[in-house]
């Protein structure tokens, strides 16, 4: 069901000729009951996706803000298990949505590749992002996913030469993840127009979906990104969003940024 939900997703956006809108936040952070009421209320704010991150001691891509709320949520006692059975919970949820676990390699490494992607099938993950996996490694987690309908979603980058572009196209499925700039995580006022350049390179190895972020923050770069890309994504925008929050307004404020970078009213 995995990969047919992530297309489905993107047939659907595309019907409707808009962008899709992807959303990261971390799990565990502020806690655990508050991504379990997040994730149904930001889809019901206009998320058509939704990134569970996972967080690690050493999260060399992020900047800052999803640097303090993986450090906030790993003190919670937040581990890769929980995540999972965090996607277990929600599954239910959202039974429609693409629910795609985010992080990096290590934990994957620790738990184990066959019971790692057993388990990821079992709590109805439909695919994983390893930030720090390159193409030509990913050659034993892309066969444990193959087998078990899990989509890996590479991480490409403006620096990302042709060859490594089509590696990673080689063995992606769901969709390719585009990074609009050279840097970490993290708002910006404008789009890259490097991220532009790099949809032109990959879109010449694959006719996957294509989807950018790193720096979008706001619905006119989500209009902008679905020019030329199939969906953005935010992560740092709406954890400060969450880190500015107290909790009992942390669901609200959340759900009506989400629902602004989706360009629709709650109220309605």
């Given at each position: 069901m995995?990969?047919a939900r992530?297309?489905?997703?993107?047939?659907?956006v595309r019907e409707?000729k808009?962008?899709g809108?992807?959303?990261?936040l971390t799990a565990?952070f502020?806690?655990?009951?508050?991504?379990?009421?997040?994730?149904?209320a930001?889809?019901?704010?206009?998320?058509d996706?939704?990134?569970?991150g996972?967080p690690?001691?050493?999260?060399?891509a992020?900047?800052?803000?999803?640097?303090e709320s993986?450090?906030?949520s790993?003190?919670?006692?937040?581990?890769l298990e929980?995540?999972?059975n965090v996607?277990?919970?929600?599954?239910?949820k959202v039974?429609?949505?693409?629910l795609?676990?985010?992080?990096?390699?290590?934990?994957?490494?620790?738990?184990?590749l066959?019971?790692?992607?057993e388990k990821?099938?079992?709590?109805?993950?439909?695919g994983?992002?390893?930030?720090?996996?390159p193409g030509?490694?990913?050659?034993p987690?892309?066969s444990?996913?193959q087998?078990r309908d899990?989509s890996?979603?590479?991480?490409?980058?403006p620096?990302?030469t042709d060859?490594s572009?089509k590696d990673?196209?080689?063995g992606a499925?769901g969709?390719?993840?585009?990074i609009?700039?050279?840097g970490?995580?993290?708002?910006?006022?404008?789009?890259?127009?490097?991220?532009?350049?790099?949809?032109?390179?990959?879109?010449?190895?694959?006719?996957?979906?294509?989807?950018?972020g790193f720096?979008i923050s706001n619905?006119?770069?989500v209009?902008?990104?679905g020019?030329t890309?199939d969906a953005a994504?935010v992560g740092?925008a709406?954890?400060?969003v969450m880190l500015?929050?107290?909790?009992?307004k942390?669901?609200?404020?959340?759900s009506q940024f989400?629902?602004?970078?989706a360009?629709?009213?709650?109220?309605?």
């Amino acid at each position: 069901m995995g990969e047919a939900r992530i297309r489905q997703m993107f047939d659907t956006v595309r019907e409707q000729k808009r962008p899709g809108l992807i959303v990261f936040l971390t799990a565990g952070f502020p806690d655990m009951d508050a991504t379990l009421e997040l994730v149904p209320a930001l889809v019901a704010a206009g998320a058509d996706a939704v990134e569970i991150g996972v967080p690690f001691s050493d999260p060399l891509a992020e900047g800052p803000v999803i640097q303090e709320s993986s450090f906030l949520s790993l003190q919670n006692g937040t581990s890769l298990e929980a995540c999972l059975n965090v996607t277990a919970a929600l599954r239910d949820k959202v039974p429609n949505t693409p629910l795609i676990l985010m992080g990096y390699y290590n934990p994957i490494h620790t738990y184990g590749l066959v019971p790692f992607t057993e388990k990821c099938s079992q709590v109805g993950v439909d695919g994983l992002i390893v930030v720090d996996l390159p193409g030509f490694e990913a050659a034993p987690l892309i066969s444990e996913c193959q087998s078990r309908d899990i989509s890996v979603i590479p991480l490409l980058a403006p620096t990302s030469t042709d060859e490594s572009i089509k590696d990673a196209c080689a063995g992606a499925s769901g969709f390719i993840y585009c990074i609009s700039v050279t840097g970490v995580t993290g708002a910006r006022d404008q789009v890259s127009s490097r991220s532009f350049d790099l949809l032109d390179r990959v879109k010449a190895n694959t006719s996957l979906p294509l989807a950018v972020g790193f720096g979008i923050s706001n619905r006119s770069h989500v209009e902008e990104v679905g020019k030329t890309a199939d969906a953005a994504v935010v992560g740092s925008a709406l954890i400060r969003v969450m880190l500015e929050s107290p909790r009992e307004k942390l669901v609200e404020r959340a759900s009506q940024f989400v629902a602004g970078l989706a360009g629709v009213s709650l109220s309605a």
